[in-house]
């Protein structure tokens, strides 16, 4: 969908909003990958981002008529997912809040050398796989809402700052800067802490069983190195989509793109086919 002009995108949206379902598929099918993975790293886990994700969408669809094309349709759809995510508080770090103090003490302190092995005979490379994604992932919950969302729309998504600063109301300087301090932030800790991505000594391999009796992986449900990725170019597309990149985005090799997992495109599709479908559509 982001190859689309954004007269043709308007044309799917007046076609939607009048009731045709292919032009709605189409336009939901164009950007539920990148609401899934906005709310991933909003979120922390993939049940959670699931569930916002779907909220999100049926938001999008319920507010479609509202569109008028002064954005493009992509930096629409991030406005809504990002002021419905700043705000969202049934998912499990909300509940459980996080702080790199927190993170930091549990490196040093955790008696990762006290656990029996708890791999259940899933290979020890493929869970620390698992965990290193899953802990980079989980780290940004040790950011508060907002500063979690300019990095991601920084450094993730690579959004202009002009753009990013309309999608959450401030200046592009102010943007720029906090991002600026976000990125440091976050660089610091992974360079003290993490073995895998700095010089800490933390290494995934060695924390496995820790990870596993702590409930932060299970070997028998890996959402992370059993998810289907989608190339990079997508997420440049999406990029492209709204603006041109500013220049200040650092590789944080962490950040990667997934597809939405088939429960969510299943469940959007069931919304589709139901009646409720000509409700929401006269909302």
Not at 1 to 10: G, H, I, R, V
Not at 77 to 83: D, G, L
Not at 201 to 221: E, G, T
């Amino acid at each position: 969908m982001n190859n689309k002009t954004n007269e043709e995108l308007q044309i799917l949206v007046n076609k939607a909003t009048a009731g045709d379902k292919k032009a709605l598929e189409t336009l939901i099918t164009g950007v539920q990958d990148i609401v899934f993975n906005l709310s991933l790293r909003m979120l922390g886990t993939f049940a959670d981002a699931e569930d916002a994700t779907q909220d999100i969408l049926l938001k999008m669809i319920t507010h479609l008529s509202s569109f008028r094309g002064d954005s493009s349709f992509t930096t629409w759809v991030f406005s809504i997912a990002a002021n419905h995510l700043k705000n969202y508080k049934k998912h499990m770090f909300a509940r459980y809040p996080l702080s790199f103090e927190y993170y930091g003490d549990d490196i040093e302190n955790g008696k990762i050398q006290d656990v029996p092995d708890l791999t259940q005979n899933v290979e020890k490379d493929i869970l620390a796989e698992e965990l290193k994604l899953s802990c980079t992932n989980v780290m940004l919950q040790c950011l508060d809402t907002e500063s979690r969302c300019i990095f991601i729309l920084g450094t993730m998504f690579k959004v202009d700052s002009r753009i990013a600063g309309d999608i959450l109301e401030m200046t592009p300087e102010a943007y720029r800067q906090r991002l600026s301090r976000i990125r440091r932030k976050m660089a610091d800790f992974l360079g003290q802490y993490c073995g895998e991505y700095g010089s800490g000594r933390c290494r995934c391999k060695d924390r496995v069983n820790y990870a596993i009796q702590s409930h932060r992986i299970d070997p028998l449900h890996l959402d992370y190195t059993e998810a289907a990725e989608i190339p990079i170019q997508t997420i440049f597309d999406v990029k492209n989509a709204m603006e041109d990149i500013d220049g200040l985005s650092q590789n944080f090799s962490f950040c990667r793109s997934y597809q939405s997992p088939e429960r969510t495109k299943h469940l959007i599709q069931e919304l589709l086919d139901s009646t409720q479908f000509s409700i929401i559509q006269n909302s």
